[in-house]
């Protein structure tokens, strides 16, 4: 009598054959579809202590049979990891919407983005990140939520936020404020959108350096959007802002945006559509 184990080993070598499977000229069992065998000879030391001499084998079908459900399961598995790392790392769903793909090609610095996400491993590396600074509505947090969502493609964890919502969720949670911080330091990319928005307050401006300043400790890379100008940052107006800028210039290389307003484009071309639907309504009367 065998004991559980041999049990095992012996229902893993049955091979149940299809109808139009047939036995080769070697005696074992081959796919009726592909003709490659679906079953192999073992050792005879092993066929010995089995009782057996045979063991199931992959036929072609098979194989690919396997790698199809393996990839369907790979990319089942990968989708849900993205979906994840999209609402954990974004505080405005539209966000997921910021991609290359959906970008409309009148961002001249776009190429800057996509060499940030070719070079990922390099800018992790190094610790470099960007200051995207110029007018309202030029494409800067556009440009970056493109980044965001590519790296999170690759399954890299990135937070796209911005002060008004950190400081806010600090002012919550006091008490578990270094633990607040530590989490979004913990991001192999943070990025912080419209930075300069927030309001001045003295503790608001100490909580923006901690912030900073534990990012820049932390050795990783961050991405600031501005609306800002250069001479704004290198020229501050008192030391509590020019101890956050020093750290900002210091981590960040900066890519002015320049160009229309897109937002204002965009509410124009609007405008103008609903003229036309309107001029179209009225001639049908």
Same mark, same amino acid.
């Given at each position: 009598? !065998?004991?559980?184990?041999? =049990?095992?080993?012996?229902?893993?070598?049955?091979?149940?054959?299809e109808p139009e499977d047939y036995t080769g000229e070697d005696g074992l069992l081959y796919c009726g579809k592909c003709h490659k065998p679906k079953e192999g000879y073992f050792p005879k030391e092993t066929a010995a202590w089995l009782g057996r001499d045979r063991h199931p @084998?992959? *036929?072609?079908? +098979?194989?690919?049979?396997?790698e199809e459900r393996e990839a369907a399961e790979k990319q089942r598995s990968h989708l849900e990891t993205v979906e994840r790392l999209k609402r954990r790392g974004f505080t405005?769903?539209?966000? +997921?919407?910021? !991609?290359? $793909? /959906?970008? /409309?090609?009148? *961002?001249p610095q776009m190429e800057h983005a996509h060499f940030y996400? =070719?070079?990922?491993?390099?800018?992790? =590396?190094?610790? &470099?990140?960007?200051?995207?600074?110029?007018?309202?509505?030029?494409?800067? %947090?556009?440009?970056?939520? *493109? &980044?965001?969502?590519?790296?999170? =493609?690759?399954?890299?964890?990135? *937070?796209? !936020?911005?002060?008004?919502?950190?400081?806010?969720?600090? @002012?919550?949670?006091? $008490?578990?404020?270094?633990?607040? &911080?530590?989490?979004?330091? %913990?991001?192999?990319?943070?990025i912080l959108d419209d930075f300069g928005m927030e309001r001045g307050t003295e503790y608001g401006l100490e909580q923006v350096y901690n912030v900073i300043d534990s990012r820049y400790r932390s050795g990783r890379p961050l991405i600031v959007t501005t609306n800002l100008t250069l001479e704004d940052l290198q020229h501050p107006e008192d030391t509590a802002h020019a101890r956050i800028y020093d750290r900002l210039i210091e981590m960040c290389s900066p890519v002015r945006f320049t160009g229309s307003n897109f937002r204002k484009a965009t509410a124009q071309e609007k405008m103008g559509q609903l003229k036309k639907l309107m001029n179209r309504k009225e001639s049908r009367l």
């Open positions: 009598m !065998t004991n559980g184990f041999d =049990e095992m080993i012996l229902n893993m070598t049955d091979t149940t054959p @084998a992959e *036929c072609d079908c +098979q194989r690919a049979e396997r405005d769903p539209a966000m +997921q919407g910021w !991609t290359f $793909e /959906n970008d /409309n090609g009148k *961002c996400v =070719e070079n990922w491993e390099t800018m992790k =590396e190094r610790n &470099i990140g960007y200051l995207l600074w110029g007018g309202v509505g030029t494409g800067k %947090s556009y440009f970056a939520g *493109c &980044i965001a969502n590519a790296l999170m =493609e690759r399954e890299i964890p990135v *937070c796209m !936020t911005n002060f008004a919502l950190i400081l806010g969720d600090l @002012a919550a949670s006091f $008490e578990g404020r270094n633990e607040y &911080i530590s989490r979004l330091c %913990s991001f192999p990319l943070l």
